[in-house]
């Protein structure tokens, strides 16, 4: 079992910054891949940004450019630093973790439904 735990979400003028951090129970070591996921009120949750254990990251092109996924493999720990925020990025945020790789589309790293590890989220709010 694998426990994550997010914070560092709040509220932000349009234009603003924040950093997002995922605590995880388990060494990246035994991880395939982690990833930022997001929901708003009434819509499905979006891959935002997730990395995979060779390093290689994926992104949405919504927020390519503005977010960067960071790991830090000695702490256990993923950030998600957010520049340029605007009111449509205001969403819950949640970190999730998985073990499992799959050479297929449908296991692809920016895809919700293929993690099964999910922290309880944080609340991002952007104002304009």
């Known amino acids: 079992q694998v426990q994550l735990v997010e914070s560092g979400g709040g509220s932000v003028q349009s234009g603003g910054s924040l950093t997002l951090t995922c605590e995880v129970s388990?060494?990246?070591?035994?991880?395939?891949?982690l990833g930022w996921f997001r929901q708003a009120p009434g819509q499905e949750r979006e891959g935002v940004a997730a990395?995979?254990?060779?390093?290689?990251?994926s992104y949405s092109d919504s927020v390519k450019g503005r977010f960067t996924i960071v790991q830090d493999k000695a702490k256990n720990r993923l950030y998600l630093q957010m520049n340029a925020l605007t009111p449509e990025d205001t969403a819950m945020y949640y970190c999730?973790?998985?073990?499992?790789?799959?050479?297929?589309?449908?296991?692809?790293?920016?895809?919700?439904?293929?993690?099964?590890?999910w922290g309880q989220g944080t609340q991002v709010t952007v104002s304009s």
């Open positions: 999730a973790a998985d073990y499992r790789y799959y050479p297929s589309p449908e296991w692809d790293i920016i895809l919700p439904g293929r993690y099964e590890y």
């Open positions: 990395i995979d254990s060779d390093g290689d990251i």
């Open positions: 388990a060494s990246f070591e035994f991880l395939f891949c």
